[in-house]
């Protein structure tokens, strides 16, 4: 179903898998392993991502806010910070393994978001999510894997029904759920 599809993007990646390592990296959840928080660079990182701003395209509708306000973010902001800005304010910052799996990340929904992938590249996309998957585990721990990290594992089976992410994003939609569902509970 392509609608699922679409979701899926949106919410297992962005609003699942990324926000959660978000709230690892801050150490909201509790029992989050120690290695993987940043407090101490949320200001650091946020200042990084408010000078960005001045650099966004007006292309991209929303602009990077800061990571002190990271569970106010709506998908489309998850969005833009792994595909574009979080590459470059983590470097150096984040610890090295953890940055190199969130990269795998990025990288792999680079390629997703593309047309007419090889097959060649879809099995690297394939090992790469996989990696990503095996190495969460081993980063944050067995209790925080959860059905959204396994579901990675599927979403290549995915671009190679459907094609690319890329035509059935709901992203542009997200804005208007405010409005829409007020208009829902009306009826």
């Not at 990290?149 to 939609?173: A, M, Q, T």
Request: glycine letters at 4%; aromatic letters at 12%; hydrophobic letters at 45%.
């Amino acid at each position: 179903m392509v609608d699922d599809f679409s979701v899926d993007y949106m919410h297992l990646v962005c609003l699942g898998i990324v926000k959660k390592v978000f709230l690892l990296w801050l150490g909201i959840f509790k029992k989050a392993p120690v290695l993987v928080r940043i407090q101490s660079y949320v200001i650091l990182i946020t200042n990084h991502l408010l000078s960005i701003n001045l650099k966004i395209t007006c292309d991209i509708s929303r602009k990077p806010r800061g990571l002190n306000e990271v569970l106010g973010w709506k998908a489309t902001e998850v969005r833009i910070f792994l595909l574009y800005t979080g590459p470059i304010v983590l470097k150096g910052i984040l610890l090295n393994e953890c940055y190199i799996h969130l990269f795998c990340l990025h990288v792999a929904f680079r390629i997703l978001l593309s047309l007419n992938i090889s097959e060649k590249m879809l099995n690297f996309n394939e090992k790469l999510l996989i990696h990503f998957v095996e190495k969460f585990e081993e980063l944050y721990g067995e209790k925080f894997v959860s059905q959204n990290i396994h579901g990675l594992i599927h979403i290549v089976d995915d671009y190679r029904k459907f094609g690319s992410l890329e035509k059935y994003l709901c992203f542009p939609f997200e804005n208007y759920m405010k409005f829409l569902k007020k208009n829902v509970e009306k009826t």
